[in-house]
């Protein structure tokens, strides 16, 4: 990783805008716009500061680069985008794409989705990408160009199709197994952290409801009354610190939600590798069928039943010289086949060997980012206890002095 | 012996101001010596032909001279507890008599005899029991020792005694209608304030019932959830490798801290709930007491003003009036006293309760601290050790 984009250039997703504007349909639209902004690295000798690019980029454009990359590079596994729409909200969150904290988490995640570009050994030299980051006008005509959208296999979106494919690469399919898993538990982990996040702010919000009414009560009593007012206080200390709490928790949240994304962009590259393999499969399969019916017109006979050779056999054989150019095609067309079945088995070799480069580099990223997340976990749960400690520790102190 | 702990958490009673010094009450000059000891235990049920109910074994130990022996058990349903009840409200009409836990929970979530109920019932039925033993006055009272002492066929003769329901009745009735009169003239100031204080108190201790449970269900609810949080990590761990281990530890560490708040939601129903209930219960018997003692009142009210329309029967009328002046004045003296006492045990009560409520959660928070902080040691712990095998060659 010597060289990638990430070591010599800065990028930043820095500010999210509203903006008004005409779509396709020259309908009025509200979206949001993401400022990129890029400076050169220098090195430490020089001292000086480079000056700071800047492009406006919307979702939809990084959903763009994105799909180009996956077709271009259908051997890597593609770093996923951040959520489009807010997904796994528990109630307080709002489910609304304008909804500013929803704005802010997403603006991070595009962010966290170019360095993951930058640092791709593979990636962070694509041209297209280049550009994304530093041409702001006629950006998109350029991807549209390389004709990307025709190389696309509309197979791949099909995810519920299955290829009998007798071959495929066994770790391949151990794979393919491992990113349904990851994704089912991920999924399941965020569903039920978005119930467990509400049920604890129901915890902590329902103790505010102590201070209006210690406050309250403590008018009336003259020994108890300070006691009682100030562990009102505390109460709402208490109450209030679950907001904070909860929005560092998002942060975690979206660091799994990354690595559930991760799942589908490496179910991809097994797709992939599925449907290279099946159309090897094919291909042989089709020449050796080939093969077949040439020398069954050769040597005369019929091994395998054809609609042909029943109605030859009713409505008469065929001249040999009719036979002789069917043999001819059949040979042209058996030797391209051979040659085709060469190259496919190239490319399939290939594609085996580096898409699984790019699998181990995935795996080591993923136990270091998913270890590190999990630690982060442990930190903010420290950080919750230790306040939980410091206002039950004053409201007993306010009690003990009722 | 954890019942004689649950009773000695009842507040010493205090010494009572001098001003109140009236053969009604015991003058104590030195800490509770405590000579009588209830607890209330064994739920059993009795199956008839009728019916279906709970008994519930009462046992006392003492070293007063008046009770002919040292250790008394009997067996006591709550019908029993009741009629005890309303013979001390009889006999003491302006004392504070505790409350007894209801006869139905209207919540719907439990069940007439579910055992929930009926530990929860017999808890409030110790204490009841328990804070008449502690009262100057009402530990004294024939009727009390009768509950304690008598075997079941003495009890129910003994109840066929005295004045029954109608009498009772037309206490509850003559209270209403002095009520409804809009209270009374001559009411002393102290008295006044008490009912503005109750009046106040009673909202909102109500409040503070409503958040508790509130509160309670809030954190059931999280344990809940909880439960189904940990086992997903375990789950998850079985198709990783590397970071097999980082997943198990966070799932033991949910795991325990799910524990952990069960434990705090348990607390809180021990401690706190049957508390504040029971002020809930007093708040009401409170305003009860405060409308006896002005209806007391207003008898003597009432025939003063007789008096002074008619101004015949002079005689008459002053020594009956005579006697209900003495009536006020002994109710006033021993509410006031009573009161004292109450609010005593009360700030007592709830300091203990609240304080109680903080522990828990201090507790709660103190082991998951423990729990993530032994994790996270050994996360880090592990990432040296891997960094110190990728630098060597």
Not at chain 1, 368 to 376: G, M, Q, T, V
Not at chain 2, 342 to 356: E, G, I, L, P, V
Request: with cysteine; aromatic share 10%; hydrophobic share 35%.
């Amino acid at each position: 990783m010597e060289d990638c984009l990430a070591k010599k250039m800065e990028i930043t997703v820095s500010e999210a805008e509203k903006r008004t504007g005409r779509n396709a349909m020259n309908m009025q639209e509200t979206y949001t716009a993401y400022l990129i902004e890029t400076r050169a690295v220098e090195s430490q000798n020089e001292g000086q500061c480079s000056p700071v690019d800047s492009l406006w980029r919307r979702y939809s454009e990084f959903e763009l680069l994105r799909n180009y990359l996956l077709v271009t590079y259908p051997h890597i596994v593609v770093p996923p985008l951040p959520e489009k729409r807010a997904d796994f909200v528990w109630h307080k969150l709002s489910a609304d794409n304008m909804d500013p904290d929803f704005v802010e988490r997403r603006r991070i995640g595009l962010e966290n989705f170019l360095l993951r570009v930058a640092s791709h050994p593979v990636l962070c030299r694509d041209k297209i990408f280049y550009s994304f980051l530093t041409q702001e006008g006629g950006w998109k005509e350029m991807v549209n160009e390389t004709g990307f959208q025709l190389k696309a296999d509309s197979r791949l979106k099909a995810l519920n199709a299955t290829f009998r494919v007798k071959n495929p690469d066994k770790r391949f399919t151990e794979l393919k197994h491992y990113s349904d898993e990851l994704q089912s538990v991920i999924s399941h982990l965020l569903r039920v952290r978005a119930r467990v996040a509400d049920r604890l702010y129901g915890v902590y919000k329902v103790h505010g409801n102590y201070g209006r009414v210690f406050s309250e009560w403590s008018a009336i009593e003259k020994e108890m009354g300070d006691g009682l007012q100030s562990a009102g206080h505390h109460m709402d200390v208490y109450a209030a610190s679950i907001d904070d709490i909860l929005e560092e928790e998002e942060h975690y949240a979206d660091q799994l939600k990354e690595y559930l994304f991760y799942a589908e962009a490496l179910r991809a590259v097994c797709r992939k590798h599925e449907l290279m393999q099946y159309d090897l499969e094919m291909a042989a399969q089709d020449l050796t069928s080939k093969k077949q019916q040439c020398e069954e017109l050769a040597t005369g006979t019929m091994r395998t039943f054809s609609l042909k050779g029943m109605t030859s056999k009713l409505f008469g054989q065929e001249t040999p010289e009719q036979r002789e150019a069917k043999i001819k095609v059949l040979e042209e067309q058996i030797q391209e086949g051979e040659e085709q079945l060469k190259s496919k088995n190239l490319e399939g070799r290939d594609f085996v060997k580096s898409a699984w480069a790019d699998i181990e580099r995935f795996k080591e990223q993923k136990n270091h980012d998913l270890k590190e997340a999990l630690i982060s976990y442990a930190v903010m749960q420290i950080s919750m206890c230790k306040k939980g400690i410091q206002v039950w520790t004053n409201a007993k102190e306010c009690f003990s002095k009722m | 012996d954890t019942s004689l702990a649950e009773a000695n958490s009842f507040s010493p009673s205090l010494p009572i101001s001098p001003s109140s010094m009236i053969n009604q009450y015991k003058f104590e000059d030195e800490p509770e010596l405590k000579d009588l000891f209830i607890t209330v235990d064994d739920p059993e049920s009795h199956i008839t032909a009728i019916e279906t109910f709970i008994t519930y074994r009462v046992v006392t130990k003492t070293s007063r001279g008046e009770f002919d022996s040292c250790e008394y058990e009997v067996r006591r349903r709550y019908q029993d507890f009741l009629w005890l009840k309303s013979k001390l409200e009889e006999a003491h009409p302006t004392l504070i008599i505790p409350p007894l836990p209801e006869k139905f929970i209207m919540k719907g979530m439990v069940e007439r005899f579910s055992d929930e109920f009926i530990e929860t019932r017999r808890k409030a039925l110790h204490k009841f029991l328990n804070r008449i033993a502690d009262h100057p006055t009402l530990t004294f009272n024939e009727d009390f020792k009768i509950f304690l002492t008598a075997q079941a066929w003495e009890l129910s003769s003994h109840k066929k005694q005295g004045p029954g329901l109608l009498s009772r009745m037309g206490q509850t009735v003559r209270a209403v209608a002095s009520s409804v009169r809009g209270g009374v003239k001559n009411r002393p100031e102290m008295f006044t304030e008490m009912n503005d204080y109750m009046e106040t108190f009673s909202h909102k201790i109500n409040v503070l019932d409503k958040i508790a449970h509130r509160i309670y269900k809030e954190e059931r609810e999280y344990f809940n959830e909880m439960k189904e949080y940990g086992p997903i990590h375990t789950l998850w761990s079985a198709s990783e490798e590397d970071i097999a281990d980082s997943l198990k530890g966070v799932a033991s560490c949910i795991d325990k801290c799910c524990k952990a708040t069960e434990k705090r939601m348990a607390g809180l129903s021990e401690s706190l709930l049957p508390i504040i209930h029971e002020y809930v219960l007093y708040s009401e018997i409170l305003m009860g007491v405060l409308k006896r003692r002005d209806q007391i009142q207003s008898e003597l009210d009432s025939k003063v003003d007789a008096l002074a329309n008619k101004k015949a029967d002079k005689d008459l009328f002053s020594e009956e009036i005579g006697k209900l002046e003495d009536k006020v004045e002994c109710a006033n003296n021993a509410l006031k006293a009573d009161w004292d006492r109450w609010k005593q045990n009360m700030r007592y009560d709830m300091r203990s309760a609240f304080t109680s409520v903080a522990d828990n959660n201090l507790h709660y928070y103190e082991e998951c601290l423990a729990t993530w902080e032994t994790f996270l040691a050994s996360q880090t712990e592990d990432h040296h050790r891997e960094e110190d095998s990728e630098d060597r060659p």
